[in-house]
C-alpha cells in the first residue's frame, strides 16, 4: 500500500520543480525589476527636485536685482516684473523635497512677489500702453518683500546645492554711468 500522496515519477517531479522554478523565478525577477524602478524613480525625482530649486532660486534672484532697485530709488518702474514661471512646473516635486517650514518660505515669498507685479499692473500710472514712467514705493515694504526673498532663494539653495545668500541677496553693483 503506498501512502505517500505525492508519489511522483521522475518525470512528475521534473515538471513540477519546473513550473516551480517559473513561477518562483517570476517572482523574483518582478520584485527586482519593481526595486530598481523604485530607485531609479527617485533618483530621477531627486534631480528634478535638484534641478527645479536652482531655477526657482534663479527666477527669485532675478526678481529680487529688480526689488532691490525699487528700494534703492523708492520706485516701481512700468517695465519691473519677472514672475516666477517656473513654479508651477517644480512645484510638485519640490512640494515633496522641501521641509514644511522651506516650502511654505518659498511659496509665501513667492505669492507676495507675484502678487506686488500683478497689482503694479493696474496703478493708474500703468494703465495707459504709451506712458513708461514709474510710482513711488514703500522702501520699507519693499526690503520686507526682499528679506522674504532671500529667505525663499536659501530654502531652495540648499535643495539644489546653490550658495546661501545673507539677510539679502547680494548682486554685483552696476557699473555707473561715469566711469565710460
Same mark, same amino acid.
Given at each position: 500500500?503506498?501512502?505517500?500522496?505525492?508519489?511522483?515519477?521522475? @518525470?512528475?517531479?521534473?515538471?513540477?520543480?519546473?513550473?516551480?522554478?517559473?513561477?518562483?523565478?517570476?517572482?523574483?525577477? !518582478?520584485?527586482? @525589476?519593481?526595486?530598481?524602478?523604485?530607485?531609479?524613480?527617485?533618483?530621477?525625482?531627486?534631480?528634478?527636485?535638484?534641478?527645479?530649486?536652482?531655477?526657482?532660486?534663479?527666477?527669485?534672484?532675478? !526678481?529680487?536685482?529688480?526689488?532691490?532697485?525699487?528700494?534703492?530709488?523708492?520706485?516701481?518702474?512700468?517695465?519691473?516684473?519677472?514672475?516666477?514661471?517656473?513654479?508651477?512646473?517644480?512645484?510638485?516635486?519640490?512640494?515633496?523635497?522641501?521641509?514644511?517650514?522651506?516650502?511654505? @518660505?518659498?511659496?509665501?515669498?513667492?505669492?507676495?512677489?507675484?502678487?506686488?507685479?500683478?497689482?503694479?499692473?493696474?496703478?493708474?500710472?500703468?494703465?495707459?500702453?504709451?506712458?513708461?514712467?514709474?510710482?513711488?514705493?514703500?522702501?520699507?515694504?519693499?526690503?520686507?518683500?526682499?528679506?522674504?526673498?532671500?529667505?525663499?532663494?536659501?530654502?531652495?539653495?540648499?535643495?539644489?546645492?546653490?550658495?546661501?545668500?545673507?539677510?539679502?541677496?547680494?548682486?554685483?553693483?552696476?557699473?555707473?554711468?561715469?566711469?565710460?
Amino acid at each position: 500500500m503506498n501512502y505517500l500522496p505525492l508519489a511522483l515519477s521522475s @518525470t512528475e517531479w521534473a515538471l513540477v520543480g519546473a513550473v516551480a522554478g517559473a513561477v518562483i523565478g517570476g517572482l523574483v525577477t !518582478a520584485i527586482a @525589476t519593481g526595486v530598481v524602478d523604485a530607485l531609479f524613480a527617485k533618483r530621477r525625482d531627486d534631480e528634478t527636485a535638484r534641478i527645479g530649486a536652482k531655477v526657482v532660486a534663479g527666477q527669485i534672484g532675478l !526678481a529680487d536685482s529688480q526689488l532691490r532697485e525699487a528700494e534703492r530709488e523708492g520706485l516701481w518702474w512700468r517695465f519691473y516684473g519677472v514672475p516666477i514661471s517656473s513654479w508651477p512646473d517644480y512645484q510638485g516635486v519640490l512640494v515633496a523635497r522641501l521641509s514644511g517650514k522651506d516650502l511654505e @518660505t518659498v511659496a509665501q515669498a513667492i505669492a507676495v512677489m507675484e502678487l506686488l507685479w500683478q497689482s503694479m499692473r493696474f496703478v493708474p500710472e500703468f494703465l495707459e500702453d504709451s506712458k513708461l514712467g514709474s510710482v513711488a514705493l514703500d522702501r520699507q515694504k519693499t526690503r520686507a518683500i526682499r528679506l522674504e526673498a532671500a529667505k525663499a532663494y536659501n530654502a531652495l539653495a540648499r535643495l539644489g546645492g546653490l550658495s546661501q545668500e545673507g539677510e539679502v541677496i547680494s548682486h554685483p553693483d552696476p557699473p555707473s554711468t561715469g566711469d565710460r
